[in-house]
């Protein structure tokens, strides 16, 4: 799953009880983090954070994650301040540059499960055929909202 450079917050819950993720990128707009956003994603071992400065984050935004088999992947020049950082230093940190990627762009966007159009935003779910998509996430001005 990708989170577009454009969003500013994840919210509470927002992803909660997503089993079936496993990778999971976060553009470099995201600043806040909010509780159990992530939480039971018990199937997630790959982060991709674009992030400079660590996320304001919740210690329960990833609760239920083996966050020490949990590699995360962060800008070069931030290893130091996410091993330093609340919730983030339980993670396996590792430099970008060990991915040879570095920036969130419209193709590696495309590649992503799911599919981002303008702010309407649809995750495909692991057992979906590529072309079905569920749930629908509206993203407005930096916030998730999620249509049922």
Not at 2 to 15: C, D, G, K, M, R
Not at 91 to 105: K, W
Request: net charge positive.
């Amino acid at each position: 799953m990708v989170i577009p450079n454009s969003v500013t917050a994840i919210e509470t819950l927002a992803f909660g009880y997503c089993t079936a993720l496993t990778t999971l990128t976060i553009g470099s707009g995201v600043t806040t983090i909010e509780r159990l956003a992530f939480s039971l994603c018990t199937g997630l071992t790959t982060i991709y954070n674009y992030a400079v400065t660590p996320q304001e984050i919740d210690a329960t935004s990833f609760l239920g994650v083996n966050t020490a088999a949990c590699t995360l992947y962060v800008p070069d020049e931030s290893v130091d301040l996410y091993k330093a950082a609340d919730v983030w230093k339980n993670f396996n940190i590792q430099p970008m540059s060990a991915t040879g990627m570095s920036s969130l762009s419209p193709t590696s966007l495309q590649r992503a499960r799911g599919v981002i159009t303008g702010t309407r935003w649809m995750v495909a779910s692991s057992t979906a055929s590529p072309h079905s998509a569920a749930p629908n996430i509206n993203i407005n001005k930096g916030r998730k909202y999620v249509v049922k």
